[in-house]
């Protein structure tokens, strides 16, 4: 669903390890009746994004991932190329969604990692929680790509849901750049479901 309206919040200046962004804060409020959550997202900013299509990234919030380093998943690990990349070429797009655990939350992932310890994958947890298999809304990366000006990307994710999400939005993928890491061995089988049960593109796999 299409967020109502996209209000931009703040920007700022942003020097990272990987170099200087501008950082832009988003809130949508996602219905008009009022009974809708508000969602916020970011969007770290580098360079001219303007002359080519930038290369942008869609990331969901992962805390024990990418604050905590958490081998359960490779989280951390496609923040940190992302950022690498943009940085390598001197632009690009990261947006960072409050989507943890897929859309789920984040008490409601430490239950569905207690259910995979016993024995459960990823997709088999969140729906014996009653969730969706990924509960997440790609909506409003598109709306932040609009604001920004951008129509054109090259979408660093092997996630086809986010690219058949941004080319509903009105935003043109013109390439997907794949977004592979090398995972440890605890993140073998959550590779593995990514690939089996939501259909992501591993070409290593």
């Known amino acids: 669903m299409t967020p109502k309206t996209i209000k931009p ?12 962004f501008r950082i832009y804060g988003f809130r949508v ?4 009746d009022g009974k809708g959550q508000d969602e916020e997202a970011v969007a770290l900013v580098m360079g001219d ?11 969901s919030q992962c805390l024990t991932g990418d604050v905590f380093h958490s ?3 490779d989280c951390r690990q496609q923040l940190e190329m992302a950022l690498s990349m943009i940085r390598d070429l001197g632009a690009g797009i990261l947006i960072y969604e409050q989507q943890e655990g897929r859309g789920i939350g984040l008490m409601a992932k430490l239950q569905a990692y207690e ?29 932040i790509l609009k604001t920004l000006g951008v129509t054109k990307v090259r979408l ?25 890491v090398t995972p440890s061995e605890h993140a073998e089988e959550y ?15």
């Open 9 to 20: 919040v703040a920007s700022a200046d942003f020097p990272t390890r990987w170099g200087k």
């Open 29 to 32: 409020e996602s219905s008009s």
């Open 156 to 180: 660093l994710s092997n996630n086809p849901e986010k690219v058949e999400a941004l080319q509903r939005s009105g935003i043109e993928v013109v390439e997907r750049v794949p977004c592979e």
């Open 49 to 59: 994004i303007h002359s080519a299509p930038p290369l942008v990234r869609v990331h």
């Open 115 to 143: 259910l995979q310890d016993s024995g459960l994958d990823t997709v088999e947890a969140n729906e014996r929680l009653g969730f969706k298999a990924d509960h997440r809304d790609f909506a409003l990366p598109g709306e």
């Open 71 to 73: 081998l359960r998943c």
């Open 191 to 205: 590779l593995k479901t990514k690939k089996e049960k939501l259909g992501h593109l591993f070409s290593s796999r």
